[in-house]
């Protein structure tokens, strides 16, 4: 929805209307407003899907961001609500206030990269856009480290939301652990990191220097080194469902022991440091990376 009645602009709410604007707006004409209990959620009912492992996996999600937060580092994710009403049917909680990069590249056909959304949307070299850039890189590099961990597949652009405030947000966890789409473990790189990810940091798919890129890297390096210390407590969470029959432990006895060795308990604080920087150098603009999102195109007409 435009804000002027026109076409939609970049700098309009990313659902069309605020979350608050939208839920001071029911509130009003709700019978039951006034009552101080009164709340307003939104969700989907999904079904067809085994919704246990989405359950699962926004517990992780959870488990990730309060290791952040206890250890007072900036990396940031957005948990999410899964209530599971059978195998095979759940509620889910919608994220507010926010668009697939799908949906916003469909939506404004002008734009052809994310980093041209962040300029439109902010005003480039703006103090919003630095803010906005700040946002990006403190969620990339929280869902960056999670993604490697649990090894989260399917990373196309319809499963990576944008906020208002310009933060990347990671929904679908179908495949994770040790399953993959179709069976075929294609997405190899430890995460997601491509060339228009990079240009929203200042960077390229060489990796080029900027502040924000170099603080991505020291972002993960803290996160990577914290989450090593609570090793066991995810571990464990998934240890204890491992008999549950989700797809995510088709591997057998080996999830948990692979899932053990990507935290890397044997090596120094030092040699951790450039493991993570391997990874980030073995994600950049990753050419299966790229072919899986050409793939989504092609088949999907995920942009």
């Known amino acids: 929805m435009a804000t002027d009645g ?28 006034k009552l101080p209990g009164w709340d307003l959620r ?11 492992q989405e359950h699962l996996a926004v517990q992780l999600v959870a488990h990730f961001y309060d290791i952040y937060q206890e250890a007072g580092l900036p990396l940031w994710l957005r948990p999410y609500e899964v209530i599971v009403t059978s195998a095979y049917a759940a509620l889910i909680e919608t994220i507010p206030d926010t668009a ?22 902010y005003e480039e070299n703006s103090p919003n856009f630095k803010l906005a850039q700040r946002n990006f890189v403190e969620s990339m590099a929280g869902y960056s480290i999670l993604s490697y961990l649990l090894q989260v597949k399917d990373r196309h652009n319809g499963n990576l939301l944008i906020d208002e405030e310009g933060h990347i947000i990671h929904i679908d966890f179908g495949f994770m652990l040790s399953n993959s789409p179709g069976g075929v473990n294609f997405e190899s790189a430890p995460f997601k990191l491509t060339r228009e990810l990079l240009e929203v940091m200042d960077s390229d798919a060489e990796g080029t220097p900027s502040e924000f890129f170099d603080y991505f890297k020291v972002l ?31 591997g057998g006895t080996r999830t ?8 890397h308990l044997s090596l120094t604080e030092e040699q951790c ?18 072919q899986y999102d050409y793939y989504q195109r092609v088949l999907n007409g995920i942009l």
């Open 42 to 52: 939104s969700i989907i009912v999904k079904s067809g899907d085994d919704c246990r």
């Open 256 to 263: 948990i022991l692979n899932l053990r060795k990507r935290f």
């Open 220 to 250: 993960c390096i803290q996160g990577f080194l914290t989450c090593r210390k609570h090793a066991e407590r995810v571990i464990l969470l998934v240890e204890m469902l491992q008999d549950s029959g989700f797809p995510c432990f088709k």
């Open 100 to 121: 697939s990069i799908h949906s916003i590249k469909s939506r404004f056909p002008n734009i052809l990269s994310l980093r041209d959304y962040y300029v439109a949307k």
């Open 6 to 33: 026109g076409d939609p602009k970049p700098t309009d709410a990313l659902a069309g209307e605020l979350w608050t604007v939208k839920k001071e707006r029911i509130r009003r004409s709700s019978v039951h407003g």
């Open 273 to 290: 440091v450039s493991l993570v920087l391997s990874l980030i150098s073995s994600s950049m603009d990753a050419w299966r990376t790229r």
